[in-house]
């Protein structure tokens, strides 16, 4: 599987998880995970959580990270080395759609923001499907991701902010409503026990969330918005950043749930 329209860079997914470092501990706590365990952390990037993950598992247990980037898997490789845990966690290199490990290999399943930028070509029920193949009978399936379609601005001209908020969610992400379609994707592969969780991550930092000169750009060249009209949410957003009173939210949806 190629990257996606909605790849992004290590170095964003470092500091967009340090943002949100509560919210992947949490999804740590509902894998319910011991000693010995055997984890998947599917779309692993650069290694955020997969050093944690191990640090949960003790010595006796293993965790595994898949992602299509070879660059950010060698970077997470460095990371799991320098921390310690090189013979707890491996990652390599996979086809979500098509993992090659048995059934019932892993007594827990995480994803994080996977579903958002899958490839259109690519069927999320099909992914759901693998998640819970690999997993084994009463083992948890953790999912968190973003529901872009409740991306908001604080803005004077709400018309423009609603436009280029439904923009972004529809055309700068591959799939900028997966947040909302977790609950149902757990329904329909038949998971058990299944819990929803939602949470506002909050942002005050202009340069921190996509409205910057990437979506200014593309929604110029799309047509959605004039010149003028970019002009002016480009300088009121910065005027507000710099005034200290930049807001911006977006939902994230946490689903979790067993395998029968």
Known sequence: MAKSAGFVSADYLRKAAEQIKQLKERTYELMNLRDGARVLDVGCGPGMDTVPLARLVGKTGKVVGVDIDADMLKDADVVAQQEGVSDIVEHM?????????????????????????????????????????????????????????SFSVDYSNAELERRLMAFFASNLRPNG????????????????????ENFAHIQT????????????????AAGVANPLEIDAWASELQLRNDSGQFFASVNMFLVSGQKP
């Open 93 to 149: 290199a996979a086809d979500v759609s098509a993992l090659s490990f048995p059934d019932n290999s892993f007594d827990a399943v995480r994803a994080e923001r996977l579903f958002q930028v899958l490839p259109g070509v690519v069927d999320p029920e099909e992914v759901m499907a693998q998640l819970v193949r690999v997993t084994r009978p009463g083992g948890s399936i953790v999912l968190l991701d973003a529901d872009w379609g």
């Open 177 to 196: 409503y997966a947040g909302r379609q977790l609950f149902g994707w757990c329904q329909r592969v038949g998971l058990r026990d299944i819990l929803i």
């Open 205 to 220: 930092d202009y340069e921190q969330m996509p409205v910057g000169p990437w979506l200014q750009g593309e929604a110029m």
